[in-house]
């Protein structure tokens, strides 16, 4: 784990405020290849922002974030963010595309593969998901859970390097989230490094290899998974499991 | 009056000389208003700053001022550019800056989500606008740029004052020879009805048909 | 083509005259004009048998043919019938034609009025007439208030037509102005800048009205 050489994101001293208020506080992290890495803590503990400002949705107001040891800067932003995968809360398909040109917009623009290709893939992604036939459907005739993994498959048609999900059931009815969240375990399974914010807590504890706690703009605990659960003597911490663990 | 001369006065000065002007009127202006209107729109959703600003004030400008003093001025203003292009040049102005409020309403409609997510696939800035966001202004757009539309042609009437032979005005001449009102105007109030009503009947059919090729069926705002 | 201050000076009186013309055919058109609207609105709303067709035809072809054929069609047609003034016609063509545009709105309001409040009216043993006039309308107007302030800048765009039936209002004098001393930047440019005067008044009392329906509703909601 300290080998710097399997780094994927690196974050240095970073501070993000809206305002008056303070989200990220001089916020340091690495990030390891194949990683998954969950975080949790209370609302508006910045756990969104740090997402959001990684692939640069946000702003930093000082500190750095590297890529791959390259620093992320104005000019770079935009290859960077083709490595990084994020699945918003909302899904954020586009409306007004099928989801075979929701998947395929970008591999083709970007990627400069051939349309024949790119379908070939998203054909094969839909299979692995459990929603191989919805190729030809608009959005609006989708339901949440198919929409979600829909854009979990739009994101992964990069070929990225590291996945971002920023609470990807919180929209759900809850007898979609579990499709949802078997989708991300298969990721897991394939090995993808991922940075994942949810407040399902039991399946944070089962996928994930590391946590982290965020409370008032700082990381307040960084464990492995196991530690996290068990070992851990943070009050605030113990009291945010206690709670949430009830559920 | 004579059937004949009721003929003469519907189909051959009416329908055969101004009502082509007038559809050149139309069409002419249309353009110009859809270029000012889409660029300025476009500006105006983007909050560009500065420039937006300065847009804001030509659209409170053109929604206070009355199109009759704008064409009169441009008339007297301008040495040069016949009563036609004078005419579209004024009715552009104005009704680019509604178009413009109607295109900047739509940008400013389309879910944030949906620009982040291009950006989270790196699609360049002009893929996004054209592919996802454009057609998504539409979907809100279209049936207040019809709306646009209807004003706009009856707007073109204006264009008489100035001396441009289109509909208005041969009608204005025409009742030198006919002294009936009722009958010459009202003939012009009949064919404009029909362009009017018309665009607004095959305009919804439009928007059932644009909706469905955007969104997919069974959409439902 | 620059602007002349002796030319303002010497007619700004003439424009203020012609101001007061402009105010005064707004504000008469505006208040028949709304009230015109209610009335064909609330007819459409209920559709009586026979009359709604007409009612609902004519703001139809009011709303979609142009308000300067309908001047000159009133007051060359109607001169011919009726000894009638260019004033008298002037408002009526303004009324006419506006009003189809306020009645339209007057009928989207009270269709969007809940159902239910008509009933229970019924069930209070109120008429069909007083349910209307003393719940639905109501509701409806403050509905359409906007609409019918932003109907009060067209209004005020519109007189400027009346200049082609002899009216002397702001636009005719602009124009005179201009066929006087040949300064189109000074004679449609202060014509301009009243226009405008006049249409930032109207939104800022739009404004204020604005605040003010929100405040009763912060009230009546707390």
């Not at chain 1, 998203?122 to 299979?127: C, I, K, M, P």
């Not at chain 1, 990069?158 to 078997?182: G, N, Q, R, Y």
């Not at chain 2, 051959?12 to 002419?28: E, H, N, R, Y």
Request: net charge positive; aromatic share 10%; hydrophobic share 45%.
């Amino acid at each position: 784990m300290s080998d710097n050489n399997n780094i994927v994101l690196s974050l240095k001293n970073v501070t993000k405020k809206f305002g008056d208020l303070t989200v990220l506080d001089n916020m340091s992290l690495d990030i390891h290849e194949h990683e998954i890495v969950v975080l949790c803590g209370p609302s508006g503990g910045g756990k969104s922002t740090l997402l959001r400002s990684i692939n640069g949705l946000e702003k930093i107001n000082s500190g750095e974030i590297y890529y791959r040891g390259e620093l992320v800067t104005n000019k770079n932003i935009k290859s960077v963010r083709s490595h990084i995968g994020m699945v918003f809360q909302s899904f954020n398909l586009f409306d007004n595309l099928t989801v075979r040109d929701n998947l395929t917009i970008a591999p083709i623009k970007i990627l400069k593969k051939t349309k024949a290709e790119a379908v070939e893939k998203a054909q094969s992604y839909l299979d692995t998901f459990g929603i191989g036939d919805k190729m030809d459907h608009y959005p609006h005739q989708l339901s949440g859970g198919q929409k979600q993994r829909v854009a979990i498959v739009r994101s992964m048609m990069m070929e990225p390097d590291v996945m971002l999900f920023d609470e990807p059931t919180s929209a759900l009815d809850p007898e979609m989230i579990k499709e949802v969240l078997d989708a991300i375990r298969r990721l897991a399974e394939m090995g993808m490094t991922m940075v994942i914010v949810t407040h399902e807590i039991g399946f944070a504890r089962e996928v994930s290899s590391r946590m982290l706690f965020l409370e008032n703009a700082k990381i307040r605990v960084d464990a492995s998974t196991e530690d996290f659960f068990t070992n851990t003597e943070d009050e605030r911490l113990k009291q945010f499991l206690s709670v949430i663990l009830k559920h | 009056m004579s059937l004949a001369s009721h003929k003469m006065l519907f189909f051959d000065t009416l329908i055969k000389s101004a009502l082509p002007v007038t559809l050149q009127l139309i069409l002419g202006s249309f353009v110009g208003a859809c270029l000012i209107g889409l660029i300025g729109g476009i500006i105006r959703g983007m909050k560009v700053p500065v420039l937006s600003q300065i847009l804001g004030v030509y659209v409170q400008l053109c929604r206070g001022i009355p199109d009759m003093l704008v064409l009169l001025f441009l008339y007297a203003a301008m040495t040069k550019g016949s009563t036609y292009s004078i005419a579209v040049l004024g009715i552009s102005l104005i009704q680019g800056a509604y178009i413009m409020e109607i295109i900047k309403g739509g940008i400013l409609s389309v879910d944030k989500g949906q620009w982040e997510a291009a950006k989270t696939l790196s699609l360049p800035f002009l893929t996004t606008l054209f592919r996802i966001v454009i057609p998504q202004v539409m979907l809100v757009a279209l049936p207040a740029l019809i709306g646009q539309l209807v004003l706009l042609i009856k707007g073109t009437s204006v264009a008489s004052t100035i001396g441009c032979l289109e509909l208005t005005k041969r009608a204005v001449i025409a009742m030198s020879g006919y002294s009936n009102a009722l009958i010459v105007y009202g003939y012009v109030l009949v064919i404009f009805f029909i362009m009017c009503h018309a665009l607004t009947v095959v305009g919804k059919k439009l928007e059932k048909y644009v909706v469905e090729r955007i969104m997919g069926d069974k959409y439902e705002r | 083509m620059t602007f002349n201050w002796r030319v303002f000076q010497t007619t700004f009186p003439d424009f203020m005259r012609a101001t007061g013309v402009t105010i005064q055919y707004a504000v008469i058109a505006i208040v028949i004009a709304v009230i015109w609207g209610i009335f064909i609105g609330s007819i459409n709303f209920r559709r009586p048998k026979g009359i709604w067709r007409i009612t609902s035809a004519y703001v139809c072809f009011f709303r979609e043919t142009p308000l300067l054929v309908q001047i000159y069609f009133l007051f060359y047609g109607l001169s011919r019938l009726m000894p009638v003034s260019a004033s008298i016609i002037a408002v009526a063509a303004l009324v006419l034609n506006d009003g189809a545009f306020i009645a339209e709105n007057v009928r989207g309001g009270l269709q969007s009025i809940n159902k239910g409040q008509e009933e229970a009216a019924y069930a209070l043993g109120f008429s069909k007439f007083q349910t209307m006039i003393y719940f639905l309308i109501p509701q409806a107007v403050t509905k359409v208030q906007d609409s019918i302030m932003n109907m009060v800048s067209i209004i005020i765009k519109d007189t400027s037509l009346l200049m082609w039936i002899t009216i002397t209002e702001l636009t005719y004098m602009a124009h005179r102005v201009n066929s006087k001393y040949y300064q189109p930047v000074t004679a449609y440019l202060t014509a301009a800048v009243i226009y405008m005067a006049l249409f930032l008044s109207v939104q800022g009392i739009k404004k204020l009205m604005d605040r003010r329906s929100q405040k009763k509703y912060e009230l009546s909601e707390s």
